[in-house]
């Protein structure tokens, strides 16, 4: 069961939907019934959430196609409770690109903002005096609709510039600083911003909005991870796949069986395996794919009727920070590596991490 719904592909890029948004939807249906609001409240409430959203997949798409002319994909853009993700394949790391597709979601917002302000009679709301605007966006209406939908997409601009790493604006700090400092310091100073701006939200959102909270969360850790990826990708430049992958290893035949594997497992240290023949690879069997698999097959039923055969390999030359990529952003974490058509290595994460303490360790 997928954890995503999928909203189909739009310029060749997955939309989907996580599936905890849908707590998003529940929690405005209790907030609108617990204020005695009305089944038509309910409808609008929901309809201006559904809009926003809308408004947030384009935001998205402001990165992923900016992105893309830079030569670099996106694998998908989700919908979150509390905004949407593009995850693009890389990161740039030239200060120009990064620049560019930062600043390409909060402009999507500007355009949709300047849209709707031509359409919107924003004057006629701020003309009128404050109890009679306040009780006038009590709730929202056919009639403040898309004043509230304005009033939403530059709130969207504001909060994603703020310089909190990895919001928007936190990104385009970091790729201004990026100019004078390098990447890493760059990066330390931008994360060392987002993680304290992150703790203001913080103690603000536990004491007045629930919701700033959870954000000032996911803006701290995202703020870390990414500091922490940054240093261990420079840690690992110069380095190609042949420097960290497991030359020991073992080999599966697409004729033995789950029982074979299981002895493989308890003999020795493996827990992934390469099922190879003499034309070379052939799929890939992960020990976390194997209890499922002796479930449904039994132990007794050959390896090539349950190993992926949908599975990446790497060349020996490829460099290190690219393995780590592909490692750190698919859900699976082990690659044979082919030099031709010759199966040479495997490389996993737990490996990648290895070589990096040892790299760390001798760096300082």
């Keep these: 069961m997928t954890s995503s719904l999928s909203l189909g592909r739009y310029a060749g890029i997955k939309v989907q939907i996580h599936w905890t948004f849908w707590f998003l939807i529940l929690f405005i249906v209790i907030l609108v019934y617990s204020q005695e ?7 609008w409430s929901t309809g201006f959430i559904l809009a926003l959203f809308v408004c947030v997949v384009l935001h998205e798409f402001g990165h992923a196609l900016t992105a893309r002319s830079y030569g670099i994909g996106t ?4 919908l979150l409770p509390i905004g949407g993700v593009a995850s693009l394949k890389e990161v740039p790391e030239d200060p120009r690109a990064e620049f ?6 909060p402009a999507v917002n500007v355009v949709i903002a300047i849209i709707l302000y031509i359409f919107v009679p924003v004057e006629t709301f701020l003309e009128k005096d404050p109890e009679t605007l306040q009780e006038e966006l009590t709730g929202i209406t056919a009639n403040n609709f898309m004043f509230y939908l ?8 504001l909060f994603n510039m703020l310089p909190a790493f990895p919001l928007d604006g936190g990104r385009v700090l970091r790729a201004l600083l990026s100019v004078r400092m390098g990447r890493v310091r760059a990066t330390q100073a931008a994360a ?8 203001t939200f913080f103690l603000i959102g536990i004491f007045y909005n629930l919701i700033l909270a959870l954000i000032a969360v996911f803006i701290y850790f995202g703020a870390e991870s990414e500091n922490v990826m940054v240093m261990q990708l ?13 030359t020991r290893f073992t080999v599966i035949r697409p004729d033995q069986t789950l029982n074979d594997v299981i002895d493989n497992i308890l003999m020795g240290t493996d827990r992934n395996f390469v099922v190879a023949d003499e034309y070379g690879a052939r799929g890939i069997l992960l020990m976390e794919d194997l209890t499922e698999a002796i479930q449904t097959k039994g132990r007794h039923a050959p390896v090539s009727h349950v190993m992926d055969t949908n599975f990446k390999t790497l060349n020996p030359f490829d460099p290190l920070t690219n393995a780590y990529r592909e490692l750190r952003s698919g859900s699976k974490n082990f690659f044979p590596v082919l030099e031709g058509n010759k199966l040479v290595g495997v490389i996993d994460i737990d490996n990648i991490n290895e070589f990096l303490r040892f790299r760390a360790s001798l760096d300082y």
């Design 150 to 157: 304005f009033a939403a997409n530059v709130a969207l601009v």
């Design 234 to 246: 420079n840690l690992l430049k110069g380095y190609i796949v042949r420097d960290a992958m497991i």
């Design 75 to 78: 694998r998908s853009i989700t």
């Design 192 to 199: 060392a911003l987002g993680k304290f701006l992150a703790l």
């Design 37 to 43: 609001g009305t089944f038509s409240d309910v409808i």
């Design 100 to 105: 560019m597709v930062a600043i390409a979601g």
